[in-house]
Nanobody
Framework: QVQLVESGGGLVQPGGSLRLSCAAS????????MGWYRQAPRMQRELVAS???????EYADSVKGRFTIYRDNEKNTVYLEMNYPKPEDTAVYYC????????????WGQGTQVTVSS
């Protein structure tokens, strides 16, 4: 039973910080590329950040220098640290696991709401 369970979402003020967590189970976590996606109202789902099995990272231009993705393979958990959040970061954030070559090996979490407002 594959599970990706997000936590840590909620309301945060601009200039504050927030850490999202995604706890994974049911697959070999360490060999999957893990990612965070987000979807705002009336917008397409977009990649925010990803980290592969070698701990190499990619970031959307809009979050570079502000967000950090990292993983703890011993805990089967991937994190997204959100620093200096902006109102335009408000969205539902989704955890993703992708082996890279098969649709069968792509998994999604349920999503967690992040709202940035003063």
């Amino acid at each position: 039973q594959v599970q990706l369970v997000e936590s840590g979402g909620g309301l945060v003020q601009p200039g504050g910080s927030l850490r999202l967590s995604c706890a994974a189970s049911g697959f070999i976590f360490s060999i999957y590329t893990m990612g965070w996606y987000r979807q705002a109202p009336r917008m397409q789902r977009e990649l925010v950040a990803s980290i592969n099995s070698w701990h190499s990272t990619e970031y959307a231009d809009s979050v570079k220098g502000r967000f950090t993705i990292y993983r703890d393979n011993e805990k089967n958990t991937v994190y997204l640290e959100m620093n200096y959040p902006k109102p335009e970061d408000t969205a539902v954030y989704y955890c993703n696991a992708d082996l890279g070559y098969s649709d069968y090996e792509v998994f999604w979490g349920q999503g967690t709401q992040v709202t940035v407002s003063s």
